[in-house]
């Protein structure tokens, strides 16, 4: 079964850091595009960042350009976003989900979502 | 950037049919997505490159486009298909991702 688990959510004080991790299990990630997608509560979602199969091309949304860098580590199978300067607007459930071979740029599978809050 | 634009909120009897649309200059070059999310869950793939089903989604569910306009139509819509529904493609970059603005479905 493909199965995507986030972690690392937490309260986080304006200006500090975080680090999310995505295991990844039933397919290999570095075979795969993967992505971060944000869910401030109540609202839309929002896109975030990919990281392409060769692990080294990434892109970013505007609003965390030069902030944030999405990663991962082949031989644990997990992806990775490092958050730094943290604002606020921040605040959302953050989602990694996969763009494997044969869903044509879909989304295919989504983790459960990790929280993190942004307040002093 | 671009943006994909959804009706807030469309509502369906049990058992009719419902059409939710999704509309953005980038639906012209590139295919959509549709997700179903439910409250407190994570977002589901249920139609991809514009009319494709994941497996264990029935059939129901379709897509179509024409356009900058793509669709999403239940066909005898259930209970169980009240969700917010979320369009989704490439935007006109080509490098980045957008989502539609969401559509909350209510079935009556």
């Known amino acids: 079964e493909v199965q995507l688990v986030e972690s690392g959510g937490d309260l986080v004080q304006p200006g500090g850091s975080l680090r999310l991790s995505c295991a990844a299990s039933g397919f290999t990630i570095s075979s795969s595009w993967m992505h971060w997608v944000r869910q401030p509560l109540g609202k839309g979602l929002v896109w975030v960042s990919r990281l392409k199969s060769d692990g080294r091309s990434s892109i970013y949304a505007d609003p965390v350009k030069g902030r944030f860098t999405i990663s991962r580590d082949n031989a644990k199978n997990t992806l990775y976003l490092q958050m730094n300067s943290l604002r606020a607007e921040d605040t959302a459930v953050y989602y990694c989900?996969?763009?494997?071979?044969?869903?044509?740029?879909?989304?295919?599978?989504w983790g459960q979502g990790t929280m993190v809050t942004v307040s002093s | 950037s671009s943006e994909l634009t959804q009706d807030p909120a469309v509502s369906v009897a049990l058992g009719q049919t419902v059409r939710i649309t999704c509309q953005g200059d980038s639906l012209r070059t590139y295919y959509a997505s549709w997700f179903q999310q439910k409250p407190g869950q994570a977002p589901v793939l249920v139609i991809y490159?514009?009319?494709k089903r994941p497996s264990g989604i029935p059939d129901r569910f379709s897509g179509s486009s024409s356009g900058d306009t793509a669709s999403l139509t239940i066909t005898g819509a259930q209970a169980e298909d009240e969700a917010d529904y979320y369009c989704?493609?490439?935007?006109?970059?080509?490098?980045?991702?957008?989502f539609g603005t969401g559509t909350k479905v209510t079935v009556l």
């Open positions: 490159a514009q009319n």
């Open positions: 989704n493609s490439r935007d006109n970059s080509a490098t980045h991702y957008v």
């Open positions: 989900a996969s763009e494997r071979d044969g869903y044509n740029g879909a989304l295919d599978t």
